[in-house]
């Protein structure tokens, strides 16, 4: 069983950065894609950023630019970079890890923007 612990959220202006990270407790390179999603209240959870095998990455569209999500394999850990931060960025970010077998998800940490 892997755990997914997500950190680095909080409140920040319209225009700051953040950056988020999701320690894995188990090796990240066994997963065939690592990911950022985020849900916001009232709406439904949406991908944000991933990075599978390759280190080859794809966004959504109204982050790219604007977020990078990378990997530290040394320290299982993942990384998502937010510049430019828009209230509408507000959510709860989760981390996700997938697998042929399994699918795992962390706690999420809350992103809020004010404008």
């Known amino acids: 069983q892997v755990q997914l612990v997500e950190s680095g959220g909080g409140l920040v202006q319209a225009g700051g950065s953040l950056r988020l990270f999701c320690a894995a407790s188990?090796?990240?390179?066994?997963?065939?894609?690592m990911a950022w999603y985020r849900q916001a209240p009232g709406k439904q959870r949406e991908l944000v950023a991933r990075?599978?095998?390759?280190?080859?990455?794809n966004y959504a569209d109204s982050v790219k630019g604007r977020f990078t999500i990378s990997r530290d394999g040394a320290k299982n850990t993942v990384y998502l970079q937010m510049n430019s931060l828009k209230p509408e960025d507000t959510a709860v970010y989760y981390c996700?890890?997938?697998?042929?077998?399994?699918?795992?998800w962390g706690q999420g940490t809350q992103v809020t923007v004010s404008s």
């Open positions: 188990g090796t990240i390179l066994s997963f065939n894609a």
């Open positions: 996700n890890a997938n697998s042929a077998f399994n699918n795992y």
């Open positions: 990075i599978i095998t390759g280190d080859r990455t």
